[in-house]
Every structure is written in structure tokens, then in C-alpha cells.
């Protein structure tokens, strides 16, 4: 970024992990490699530990070359880095209906272990084959909270909502073709559900289903107690 | 409808029964009483049967008043008339999410029954509530052909899919409210089904679904004899 | 509703509470007075209390016929009836941007308070006065959950987002005019928030909001217990 | 895929076959190359056969070091393998509206004859020119089921529709340009077919016509037999 | 109209018959009487004839009142009134897919023969019942120009554009339900139409059509006069 | 209203005069009896004037029993009230394509009057007879600010753009039909605009355009006084 | 293409010229060499004539090899090839409203000469400077067509309308950013035209319009001679 | 641009200045080579100054060979040349909700300077830590204009709206991901604003912001002077 110092536009919000209970964190995509290091570095040193979605395997680099003992997973696109290790409470499970929803399943899950969550992997295991849903149900009801993560026809979150006493948080991916334009159409689906305790956060916005899900297993695991 | 006799330009199809099996229907929504009266008489003078879909109360006694045992039901908004019995055959189900889905069902089940297949009917087994459709997995599978009628998310079409070996005929309705768009939401949820087998007919189409069933059923009980 | 007896195929899913933790609730538009009456009666029977939405003046007299201690509030369009008292825990804070959106805040709060939620309002605090919502920040700070309700450009959820620790469940509403597109304008804003902690219910859904609110409210509380 | 093994989540589907009659088939787009290997070299020893459709030409060499008498179709973009030779049974027609609209077809055509159906191709025939449709009414007359593939405006299922009577299966495709919006234009034509006997699945879904074809076509042979 | 004079506002076109080498014409739909009354006299007083469309019965009666010989037809809703009978030039097919296309047809007919156009009427050719428009070529093939209006799907314009050496003005209309979304469906399958020769006007404009036909008509017939 | 007292809600903003320059002001569309006569009263009492918009003639009346001096506009559906005459100061042109648009120009000229500014009203004006709106350049070009107003396809606003030096405010609105889908068509146009200096407001917000077009105003003559 | 020969499947529409009065015309975009170079010469073989659309040089090159004569201009991307002059006849004026939509501009324009219109070029006369547009009335008016391109807001046909008495054939195209959504703005602007004597084509479909313009020249310079 | 002379048709639209008060400014995005050239140099020949929006550093390559004293901003993408210095006169607030909106804020706030106003940069403000932009209140109020750019949920226009005096230029950006449909939904929140004063221009527009601003700024130091 030439011409102008993005950077020094940047308000970097200190004060957000004492108002909201969780740090700020770094949405990678389309950051300027300077930009990128500057903040990764100052968000580290603030807090300990610091979190990056949506990161390219070129980006990790450049993170890497300020924070050595970064990390990065190719699945989710997620980069981690941590001085202390967290120990994991509660339970979230993570629930996708194909194999080409995993990417956004794991920006959910590993977003949700960086704060500290714990987290149960469901994967595959769309309405089509119902029975493989609900061999899980024991799993499923053992969660403080359930993300349901679907493209297509996105019937996921209705069929987990009428199983579960919890709150179903629904992401919609871009996952299909034709007439699922980029994930609208399960958008709309998870919005209308016919089944209670659902709400949805953007198209394949993991990292969002994963905080919405940890504020509510902390508050399942510890009350209120800001 | 006065200045322009638009029976004159009511261009009967006499052939289509020899053409396509099925005798011409009648379409009542927005139709002139006067036209009405007359293409009700000329059909069933024609075919020894008459069906109306989409008919008003009103309508039908502007039917009765020339086709004296036709008949009327108010859910589904048809009126049929016919000389003699008529045996039914087969098996079509056709299956609810919900109760306020039930006109549109009826609208396809006794299309089908006009036509002479046999219906099952399910209703109210939508997939917030899992176990009720489960439950239903043996009448499922002894039909012919299925139709699956949700509005709201719509996704009853791909779980029922997923069940059965026969075609399934999705039909996404109105009933919904905010995002559900008028049925748009029922709609790209059907089209995007997962699970294979499925096609679609337009929002609230009871008669279209019905229609097409009757064609599986009887491919299924006589084969193709044309 | 004639020629069916549409009660016969409602499918009442009296395993629901113990499966959900929650009753179920009757969707009143639409439904016609007979089934209306049979199924409050059921529902009041089976659990010693019933909830019943989007109900009109007329459909609230017809539920009095059966339920002699059934109550209506205008305002929220909710029908409630109840055996015994039930003590509030924990506390919901349901905001609105305006006064229009305060139906269906009443229709969020009244079914939290049902379920036996505590319920905070804070109404017509959008962010064009930003000052009013800031006002209440303590406030806002004391609840468990918090449900954003607006319409026209639903930026509410956003700065409320920013202010607190705890998950905000966003409702968009169908108040607005030209460009809102009955609430899907102020659906779209909340979807695309740039805050962290929101997830999205349908357009103009007060009960859905509330459901979850007090899924949440209940772990805050009482922990995961089933 | 690093960090995570996608394929210890992938939940096979082994009892498919016997719930719908038809084995788990492979939609190649977007599947990693080691998951690739492993599903198609499993259900290949499971059920002796395996159909990939949406599969580059790279995949194809991918599949082919595990299972050594796969083929692929360039056009259809089809990988096929079969341990025996299977009769075709049937008469499915597949029309295109256009040469663009082929490689869909062929999607559809050689998912049905893998499936077992026999196929009568019928290209080229778009409204436009009507004569070319009309002159092979004969052959269309001998079909179980009819696939109707058109970009554009989408009109070829119409026409077809008002002169068989069987079952039309429409697949809209995204050939065209401007306000044919990537195929939406020809779904919405399709959905609102004014001619009988017509349901539609996803734009460009060859595969999905081809099996919902053979399901009627398998009928109309064999009548239900499960 | 209180408050102001909107007639004052109202900047009549006086210029317009010369530039254009039509009378302006008065689209009475939402039109106060006042103004109605007013505009019709001056106009009638400038031109000796005059057209209104979308008139009601009683805008009808309030411009009798100041227009004696004014006549009205129920079908189209067009007001007109002539000094002087207008021999009528040149061959206009128009053409409708169904009855319920005849209100906007007959706008377009009554329209073009206000003008000065000889117009024939070819009624319910839709598509699905392809040998009620082919028996028609002939008709066809003496026009100067073709009007071709379809709801629902749309696709009669296309079938037309493939019959005939002339001009094809296509206007879908609002007829049907569901997905046709009001005449968007009709309107995007005549927009992508694959047949050439084919322009498109707004759903419902059978003014529109009327209009650009006898342009088309005029210059057939007498060439480029001005 | 019953069961809840909305106007112990509504937060009144007492401190927007000081902030923003301008008073409160009453959107009364929907706003109940109590609600809007206690509003208009203190709003009153705060400001010795007071501004509603989108009322009905009831709802005036309503006013009218607790403000005397009130007055209404029919068409404009605005309500004013004013202890005290203010002088009108510079110059603002509000434009529009049609007679039809009227009520939304209207409702933009009443607005800047009662905030103190100086209206030209150029009706009627559209871009299809553009020798009416050249004609008024020279009342244009005298004008600080200009409302550019239509609906349909709403081109009024580049012309005007590409005539004058000053900020063009554009105003689309809901007149037209069948694909002007209630104004989007002219909104996108709009916003679309190839014209420098212009800048969009939401559909039929005569109010929004009368005020910013005030701001402006005001700046011409004053300068920045705050 | 391989696997299957799509040459054997392309319906030559031999009669359309008889049909029609026009050749067909190869829309080469997507079309495979082998494809191209086989229909180009058949048809030139034919014809003594054709033309191709949205032609890539590189496709020019295999059409050159077999057609030696054939030419290339690359801003339309159209190839010919032809035996004969031809001479020239009529008057269709083409006019766009910026630079960038020079392309569909002269794709309209090669089309209407190819097939032996006379076409005046009227480019870069948009709206924001009617000016431009005004000093062009005198060439407008000797046009017996007017093709009208534009982008953006595509306001330009509209204001053409107004200004003379033949029809204008609109062309949106795609040229723009943002909400002009590929061209959906413009076609929305141009459908909804308040002008009258407007029919609308495809998004950047030059070719549509060229080919409806000739028709309409031809019909004015030689009346219907078929 | 080969076989067709562009330049030769673009219309220099040199009274202009005169007009509007502003030259004419070069859209670069899309402009052949050498037509850019021969623009640039004309225009810097008759006005002394020129300035370029949506260049690529290659095209500012070509501009600078024919202009030395050319200069280019990657992070706007702006080209600008002057011979003479200019005064920057008033104040114009440029505010973004994030740091990757400062490209369009860039465009906007160098497009504002080209012309001659000051500029206040107030970047990363979004509403989900409104004590970043709250603490801006004062230098907010010492602008004449606001431009007010955000992607996403767009809601930064609305709280700025509620804080000051002056008009509020919104522009929506493309920033974002799914549902926020490459700026639609900003866009939306934008035009349905609750707050007044605010105005919008096209999705990513900041020349269009700018100019308008500019407008408004000199109004208010200069008043209006023309």
C-alpha cells in the first residue's frame, strides 16, 4: 500500500477485550502484507495470544517471519498463535452436512477452541441420509450449543433443532451450483426454519458461528459473570 | 366480459386426450362466469368427466347450475364431475410438513384420485419433528411415486428423498412469512435438494404435482401402452 | 374447513417439551376456529400452560370459549394461559430502534417471560440518536442476552454488538418503506454485521428471537442440566 | 487437505443402495485428489461399479491409478467404471434445445444408461425452429420419460410437454448471457411451464435428470418391485 | 386534489403529434377526476380524437360527461373518442398464449387500430398445444408485424420469432402464479428469447406494443414519410 | 394501544434541534391516536413548530383537537403547525418527470418550506418530451440545490446533472408498473446515474430529499454557522 | 470435443432463410474449432454468405482457414465472409451513449450492414450532456430505425424516444459498476421507459438489435414483399 | 481498437466547465491505450489540470509519457496533473467503518482535493466500536460536508447521520462477503437510513462522494455564485 499509510488509520481497538471478553482478531483476506504484520504483531504483544481468518498459505508466512511460534491450518485458513496453552471447557459440537463444508467447519470449531471452547466434530451428515444424523443424537445433546453448517438446500438446522434442547447456530455455505446462487438459497432455508432455537449468521462465516457459540458455552459453563 | 366474446377465442383442445392421456382442465382462478359455465358444459359433454382447480364457492354454483352432480371441496378449491365410477389404482403419497400446507395437498391429492390413482395421504410430518416421518418410512415405501408439499424452509423433499426409491415431486408452498419470500425460500431449497430423485413443480402447483404423479403411477401399474 | 378434517392429520408432538425442554407453541394465523379451539385445549390439557402467536382479537375470543383464564395482549398479537405462576430467572434485555418495531419486541418479550424468562426493555434506542442506546450500556451490561430489533436499515444490532459480552440475537423488521423491501433490507445488515456475538432470526420473528433468548438465558442460570 | 483428515469424516453411505435401489455416486468438483482416490477405489469394491460426474480430466488420471478400466467422457465430464456389462432396459429421450446445451445432456444421458436405462438422443431442436422438434414426435412417443434441457428462455419443456404423455423432466442450463442470469431465466421458464406433466430440477443438474429418468423409466419397465 | 393545482403543473405536449407523429395519449390509472375531465377535453379539442388506457368504468363515465361520443370497452379499459371515422391500414397480428392474456391484448389491438392500424386477432396459441399456432402460419405470415403476449412462461414469442420473416414485439404479462413473480419470468424468457427478430416491452404493456406495431405497420405501408 | 404504553418508550430526542439544526419530526404512518396526539403536543410545546408527514385526514383531525393552527395538505399528506411565520431564504428546485409524481414533490417542497427555505416548483417535466425540462435551465441554473423526482425509469436526474453546477438530490418513486418492481427500477437508475453531483435518497422520501436539500441551502446562504 | 460427435447433432436450419428472409448466423462464443470451422463452411457453402458473433481472434483464424476471404473486426468481434457486394439500403441510425459501448454498438451495426442496412453512426451522445444529443435530431430524424445503446443508467433511449417518430430498438448494456448489476440496471430503466415507440433486446445483445432494425428498414424501404 | 477509430467518436464534452463549474474527469477502467493518451492530452491542454479515476499503474505509464508531471496513487488509483497549484478551501470529512474501505475513501477524498477542497481523514470508525467515531465528534462538526463509506452492513452512515448538522454523502463498498452480495446490502442500509440528511451515491463510488461533496463545500464558502 503506497501513497498512504494505512496503518496509521487503523484504530486498533484495546479496549475491546475488557468491554466484550474476547480480543480483537485479524480478518486476513485482501490485508496488505505490511498492514498484516504491523497488527498481527501489536495484537500479540496486547494480548498473548492472537487469532487470523481466512489466510492464505503466503500470508502465514509473513506472520510467521514476527511471531515464530505462529500457526496455521490449511483446512480452515485459520493462523493461531498462543504463549500459554488454554484448557478447553464445555462442549460445542460442530455439525456439517457434506465433506465440502468442512473448510467452514473448522474456521467454526478452531475459532471456538482459540477462545477455549470445547469442541465435537460431526461431520457428513446431511438430511439426505437422516439416519446418519441421528446416530449422533447422544452426541448432540451432550452440547451446550450446536452449529449447523450447510450449502445446497441448507435442511440441516431444522432437522438438528427439533432433536436439541440447546441453541442451533446456522451457517450457510456457498457449497452447490445453479440455483443455490453462491448461498442464498440456504440462507433463506436456515432464516425460515420451521424448527425453534435456530438463528444464522452469514454465508460461510465460521469464524462468526464459532464466537456466537463460545459466548453461549461460557455462559452455559460459568453464568454471567462480568 | 363485455366488447370482445372471449369464448370465441378459446381455442378448445379436443385432441389433447388422444395427444397426452389426460382430458383438458380447467384453470378457474380470474375466469368469467359466463365462459366458465360454458367451457365446464363443453368439457364434460366431451369426456364424461370434468376437473376445475382454484374454484370459488361462487364458481362452483355457477358449475352446479349446469353440470348438476358436480361437486365441490372447499379445502382444495376443486370441483369434479363425472358419469360413472371411476377405479382407482396405484399408490401416490403425498405428504405435509405442516397442517397449513394441507390445501395445497389436497389440491394434488384429489387431482390424482380424479385422474385415478390411489393416494395415501401424511400429513403434518415435517422435519423439525423428525420421528413423525420416520414413523411413516413402510406407507412411504409402497408407493409408486411421492409428493412432498412444505412451505417455510422447505426441506421435507430432501429427507423423504433420501428414504424412498421412487421419484419424489416437490412442491414448495406459500405458507411462510418474512424471508420466505411468497414460497422463493421452498422453492431454492427444493431445487438444491442433496438427496437425488427430486424435481419440482412451481410454488403452491398441488394440481401440476398431482398430475405428474399419476403419470409415474400408471407408468408403474400398466407400463407404457400408448 | 369442510370436505377434510384437517385436525385428524395434525401431528401433536407431545414428546416435544421432553425432547426440546419447551411446549409446543401455536402459529395462530391462518388456523381455522375449530382446530384452533381443539388444539389450545389439548396443548392447556397436556401441559398446564399454552402459548399461542399471531393471534387476532377474534381467534382470542374463540380460545376463551375453552380456556376460561386464557389472556390476550394487543400489542404482541399473543395469546398465553397458565395453571400456576411461574418465577422469572435471569434477565433478556429487548431493544428496538423505533417505536413501530415494538410489536414484535412484545412478541419477543412476552414469549421469553412465558417460557419464564426475566425481560429488561429498552425501546426506540436506534442509532440515529446513538446517545439514547449509550445511556443504557449499564443496563445492557446486567443481561444474559440481548435481542436487537429494527427495521429501515437495522443498524441497531451492530453498535449493541460492540458494546457487550454477550450474544446478541438480531430480529429485522418489516417496518420501513420503498428500498426496505418488506424488512429484507434490514435483514441483509444484520447477516452482514461487522460485530462479533450476532446471529439472525426471520423478518419480523419476536417469538423465534425470544425462544432463543431464553435457550441462552436458561444455560447463563441454571447451566447445561438436561 | 493438511491439519485435518477429511476422509475419516466422510460418513459412506453403504446402505444406500439398498434403501434407494441406486449406489452412492461421486460429485468430483472440488474433492481433493486423496480423497478422491480413497471414495471411488471404496465404492468401486463395494458395489463393482462407480459413477463420478464434474470431473476434470486430472481426476480422471487420479481415479484411473486406483481402479484400471475407468473411463471418462470429455463432454459429459462423466468418469465411469464397472466390473460387468449391464443391459439397458427402456427408452429415456434427451432433448437439447441447442449444441451448447449438450454437455449437459450427455450428463444426463450417460447417467442413465449407467444407471441401466436405454437413451434415445434428440438434439439441437429448439423452438425457434419448431419443425426440427416436430418432426421427431414419433421417436419421443416411444419414451418413458422425457428430459428437456434448454438454456436461454428455456421453452423446449413446454412444447414438449403439450405433445406427450409422459413425464417431462426439465433441466434448465446456464447457456445464454445477459438477463439469462446464469440459468434462472430458463428455471423460472420451466417452473412456470404452462404445459402439464413437467418438474424441473437445478440448473445445469444433467446428473439429477438422469437419475430421476431411469427411476420412472425403471418403473414403466418393471412396475415397484422393491 | 387540494392544496394544489396539479393541472397547472401539467405541461401538455402540444408538440408532440408533430414531433412524433402520435397525439399524446392519457394513461387515466391513478389520475384525479378533476384532472381527468380536463386533460381529455383539451386534448380531444387539439386533436379530434383521443385514447385514454387503464380506465375504470367510472373514470369512464366522468369523461362522457365532457365527451359525449367517447366509447369504452370493459375487456381492454381503453376510453376513445373520434370526430371523424379513420380507415385502417396494414396487417398487425396479434397473438396471446392464453384467454387470460385478452385484456392486455385487446389494449394492444384497440391501441394499433386507435392509430390506424388493421389488426388480427389470433387468441389461446400457447405453446403447449404447439398445432393451434402452427395452423395459424398463414394469418401470420401476412402481417406487417406481430404482437405476441404470453404470461406463465412466456415462450410464445420465441415459437413466432421461428415462423415469420417480420418483427415480433413480445409483452409478457402478469398472468399466473408463484414463480412467474408478477410477469418477471415471462418477461426474462422473452428477453433471452432465442428466436431473432424479437424486442421486448414492460409486463402488461399492451400500449407499448400497440404503438411500436404501428410504427413498424405504417413504414411498411407508406415507408418513411416525414 | 393496549396492554403496553408505547409512549413511555418513545425516547424523545429533545437535544436533535441543538445537535443537527433541525427539530423532530413525526413519521405518521402507523403511529396510533394517543400516541401521535401526545407526540405532536409535545413536540410542540418544545419547539413552537412542528412537521408530520404521511398522515392520513384522520389523523389530521386527531392533531387538529389538541394543535388549533394546525394545518394539512392533501396531497403532500403533511401536517404543519407554526406559532410564528419564518422567512423563506434561498433557492431550491424541485423537478418532476410526471404529474403522477407529484405528491412525492410535494411532500420534498413542503418539507424545505416549513425547515425556511425558498421552493421553484418545475413539474412535469420528463426526459420524453426534453425540449419542456431545457426550457426551464435558466429558473434551474438559479437554484442551490435541485430535487430531481421520477419514477418509471427515472432518467430525469443525469439530465438535469449534466445541465447544472449545483448538487442534484434524486428522488425515485413508485409510479409505474409491471417491471418497475415499486421504484426499484428507477432507484437503480438513479444510483446508476452517469451525471456528476448526484446523489440518491430512498423511494417516495420526498422528507429525506426536502431536508438534505435544505442543508445545503441553508450552507449556500449562511455558510457553516454551527 | 470428443467422446461424442456434436457436429452430427447440430440441426442446419436450411429452410430459415426461406422462412425467415434472413440466413443463419453463428453465435461462436463457447463453440469447439472443429465445431466452428465445419458450420462456417457449410453455411457459407449454402449461403454465398455468413456472418459470426462474439468471435475471438483466435476463432477467426480456424475460420480463415477455410473461408479465405472472411474478415475480422475486432472491436465487435463479428467475422464475415462473402461472395458479393452488397448494396446497401435504407437508414438505421445507431447511437450509444459513451465510448465503452463502441462494442455492442458496432456489433448492432455490422449486423443491420451485413445483411444490407445502410447505418449512420451516432456515438457518445449520453444524456449528462444532451447537448450532444440535440445537434444529432436532424440525422436521428432520417433514420427509419433507431438502435439505442447504453449502460449505467441507460436513460438514453428514453430520451431518443421523445424526439422522433420511428421505433427505437434499446439495447442495455453491461458497461458500469456497483448496482448496475451486469446490465440489469439498464434493462430495468429501458423496459420501464415513460417514452413511447421503445421494445427492448438482450443485455448486450447488438446482434438482437442490428437484426430487428433491418427487419424494420427493409418493411420501410421495400413494404412486405414475402 | 482495431477497425474502428474510438477517439474519433467520443464527443469532448468541452463546455463543461462552463456548465457545471467542473472539467471533465477520465474513467480509465477499460479505456484502450491510445484513445487514453489522446484524452488525457487534451484534456490538460484545455483545462491545465486533468485527473483520472480507476487507473492501473500501466495505464498511469502511458498517461505519464505524454504528460511528465502526471502523478498516480495506487491505494485510489488516481491520476492527477496540474500546472499550477491550488488553494484547498473548506473542510470535507472523509469517514470509513474499516481500514479496506480506505481505497474508495481515498478516490473520494483526492477527487475532493483535485477539485479543491480540504479534507479530513477519519478512518476505521465502524459502528462495532462507536467510541472510536464518538470521539471524532468534533472534528465531524467542523466539516461543511460528510462522506460517510462502509461495506457490509453499511451502518456508519446512520450514526453519523444522528451526530451532525450537515449533509452525509453515504457510499456503499464492495467489502464484504456472502450475503452482503459485492455491496448490495450496504447499499440497502444505506438508502433506508433512519437518520436524516443522507444522501447515496453508486457501490464503491468515492468520485461520485467526492464530487457532490466538493459541490456542497464550495456552496458553503463561496455560496452560490454562478
Not at 446416530?135 to 451432550?142: D, F, P, R, V, Y
Not at 457449497?175 to 432455537?197: D, K
Amino acid at each position: 500500500m503506497s501513497g498512504i499509510d494505512a496503518l496509521k488509520f487503523a484504530e486498533l481497538d484495546t479496549e475491546r477485550k475488557k468491554r466484550t471478553g474476547f480480543p480483537e482478531v485479524v480478518f486476513c483476506q485482501g490485508k496488505k502484507d505490511d498492514f498484516l504484520k504491523d497488527i498481527f504483531a501489536k495484537l500479540y504483544a496486547a494480548n498473548g495470544e492472537v487469532l487470523g481468518t481466512r489466510a492464505t498459505a503466503e500470508q502465514f508466512e509473513i506472520v510467521k517471519s514476527v511471531i515464530a511460534n505462529a500457526e496455521y491450518d490449511e483446512v480452515s485458513r485459520i493462523i493461531t498463535a498462543r504463549e500459554n496453552e488454554k484448557k478447553l471447557v464445555g462442549n460445542i459440537a460442530v455439525c456439517t452436512a457434506g465433506t465440502a463444508d468442512i473448510p467452514v467447519a473448522e474456521e467454526a470449531a478452531r475459532t471456538a477452541e482459540f477462545f477455549g471452547s470445547f469442541v465435537s466434530r460431526i461431520y457428513d451428515v446431511g438430511v439426505s441420509g437422516i439416519h446418519r444424523l441421528l446416530s449422533k443424537t447422544e452426541i448432540l445433546n451432550k452440547a451446550n450449543c450446536i452449529i449447523a453448517i450447510a450449502g445446497m438446500e441448507g435442511a440441516l438446522a431444522s432437522v438438528i433443532g427439533g432433536l436439541v434442547s440447546v441453541p442451533v447456530i446456522a451457517v450457510p455455505t456457498s457449497v452447490g451450483y445453479g440455483a443455490s446462487f453462491e448461498g442464498l438459497s440456504a440462507l433463506l432455508t436456515m432464516i425460515n426454519s420451521c424448527a425453534n432455537g435456530i438463528s444464522v449468521v452469514n454465508i460461510d462465516n465460521g469464524f462468526g458461528a464459532g464466537y456466537v457459540a463460545t459466548q453461549i458455552n461460557f455462559l452455559a459453563e460459568r453464568g454471567k459473570t462480568k
